[in-house]
């Protein structure tokens, strides 16, 4: 035989779901001092949340310290900002590490080389590393591997 749902008073919904837009307690406290799952909290929340007049909610955030009368879309902005920052850097980690080398300014007056090596994502030792040439010794074991090589094709 099936188990059947619990059924919760709308007052009871409604206080669970204010104090969850409060944020002055975890879902896990709510949920345990309640006793209803966690889930079910955040479905009265967010159903509360297209409810619940604007006014209302300014003032929850006002006890969390939040300022009062902060531009609801001051977040979208940050969130679009970010997207297009993101955006920015990764069609500049699109580029050759040459090309971004090519980049940095050491003569640059408002930006130092590190935050220049930053903001091209390289890192700044790779910026002053200088690569060394083959030494004499090296090039002439080459040339004697290379030499074997093309008198003794079927070696492989």
């Given amino acids: 035989m099936p188990r ?28 345990s001092r309640y006793d209803v799952h966690p889930n079910l909290i955040a479905n009265w929340k967010k159903k509360a949340r297209e409810q619940v007049p604007v006014g209302l909610r300014r003032q929850a955030g006002a006890r969390r310290g939040l300022p009062r009368g902060r531009d609801p879309g001051a ?3 940050g969130r679009r900002a970010r997207d297009r920052a993101e955006f920015f850097v990764q069609g500049l980690r699109a580029l050759s590490r040459d090309r971004r080398m090519k980049m940095i300014d050491r003569e640059h007056d408002g930006l130092s080389i590190a935050r220049q090596c930053h903001l091209v994502s390289i890192a700044r030792s790779s910026f002053y590393y200088e690569r060394q040439g083959e030494s004499p010794e090296n090039l002439r074991l080459m040339r004697r591997l290379d030499e074997q090589f093309l008198e003794t094709l079927f070696f492989g």
Avoid: C, D, I
């Fill in 4 to 31: 059947k749902r619990r059924q919760y008073p709308p007052e009871l919904k409604a206080k669970v779901a204010l104090e969850a837009l409060r944020e002055e307690s975890t879902m896990s406290e709510l949920a």
């Fill in 75 to 77: 977040a979208s902005q």
